[in-house]
């Protein structure tokens, strides 16, 4: 069955930037929009950003705006999230989650297990000087 496998976590300094990548090994996320969800310690899930399957549409969190920038490369079955100028507050362990029949604002707002089609294990980053 498909299997999102997240990469690219590790330290940073605050103002540093890091390239988080998911990808789906033999299977195509054509179908499916793609979502970059993070939790810290104590807190609940987030969304941080989506992107859509096809139509090119991409949501952010407000805490992420102007810093992150999510993109898909299908030939490659991989997502992108980009992130720059980070700050302490942006640790947390990142999953990446497919859905499909959503919009990205949609999917962005669900931080239930349930209410993805899939889950990567995620990825820790940690930005502290």
């Known amino acids: 069955h498909l299997q999102l496998v997240e990469s690219g976590g590790g330290l940073v300094q605050p103002g540093g930037s890091l390239r988080l990548s998911c990808a789906a090994p033999g299977f195509t996320l054509d179908n499916y929009a793609i979502g970059w969800f993070r939790q810290a310690p104590g807190k609940e899930r987030e969304g941080v950003s989506c992107?859509?399957?096809?139509?090119?549409?991409?949501y952010y969190a407000d805490s992420v705006k102007e810093r992150f920038t999510i993109s898909r490369d299908n030939a490659k079955n991989t997502v992108y999230l980009q992130m720059n100028s980070l700050k302490p507050e942006d640790t947390a362990v990142y999953y990446c989650a497919a859905l499909t029949l959503t919009t990205v604002q949609a999917m962005c707002l669900i931080t239930d297990y349930y209410g993805m089609n899939y889950w990567g294990k995620g990825t820790l980053v940690t930005v502290s000087s």
């Open positions: 992107i859509g399957s096809s139509d090119g549409s991409t």
